[in-house]
Antibody, heavy 125, light 107 residues
């Protein structure tokens, strides 16, 4: 059974830092792209960052570039999100998600097929 | 970035109704379109990928269609467990972007 379990959320002051973790099990973690997706209270979903299987490629939402860093430890089956210089607008539930690719007819379709339960980050003084 | 626009933002329907949700992309995304269902306090759940392929385990009353810029999610006969929010998402390019969501409520 695939499981993604986030941890590390909490209350932090503006300009503070927080490190989120996501422990993966039940699938070949080292063979999967992984993403962080967030959802502000009462709002929609917003992709934050993703990382290639080997950690060699990383992509970010413009508003978090230079402040957030995504990383992974394949030996520990773990995904991380280091969040610095936090702002009130970063307040959200943060989900880790596996991004699976399915290739057919020369096209590869990517989708988030497994999600964690989320961890709440609140940025407030 | 590709903007995804869903309509309507919310709708009221009865059990047994046929429900259609529309998603429009700001540029062509071929068939790189996914649909998710989210219930309050829960993580999203993948329904459809590649615009029309049903994810394993998802009931066949859900279907997706479209390509290019215009897509639809259809629930052929709404069931009590389908009252939730629905999101489209493009995987054509990074950043991945989602629609703003459609909340399906009980009439």
């Amino acid at each position: 059974e695939v499981q993604l379990v986030e941890s590390g959320g909490g209350l932090v002051q503006p300009e503070g830092s927080l490190r989120l973790s996501c422990a993966a099990s039940g699938f070949t973690f080292s063979g999967s792209w992984m993403s962080w997706v967030r959802q502000a209270p009462g709002k929609g979903l917003e992709w934050v960052a993703n990382i290639k299987e080997d950690g060699g490629e990383k992509y970010y939402l413009d508003s978090v570039k230079g402040r957030f860093t995504i990383s992974r430890d394949n030996a520990k089956n773990s995904l991380y999100l280091q969040m610095n210089s936090l702002r009130a607008e970063d307040t959200a539930v943060y989900y880790c998600a596996r991004e699976k690719g399915y290739c057919s007819g020369g096209s590869c379709y990517f989708y988030f097929d497994f999600w964690g339960q989320g961890t709440l980050v609140t940025v407030s003084s | 970035d590709i903007q995804m626009t869903q309509s309507p933002s919310s709708l009221s329907a009865s059990v047994g109704d046929r429900v259609t949700i529309t998603c429009r992309a700001s540029q062509s995304i071929s068939s790189y379109l996914n649909w998710y269902q989210q219930k309050p306090g829960k993580a999203p759940n993948l329904l459809i990928y590649g615009a029309s392929t049903l994810q394993s385990g998802v009931p066949s009353r859900f279907s997706g269609s479209g390509s290019g810029t215009d897509f639809t999610l259809t629930i052929s006969s709404l069931q009590p467990e389908d009252f939730a929010s629905y999101y489209c998402q493009q995987s054509y390019i990074t950043p991945r972007t989602f629609g703003q969501g459609t909340k399906v409520e009980i009439k």
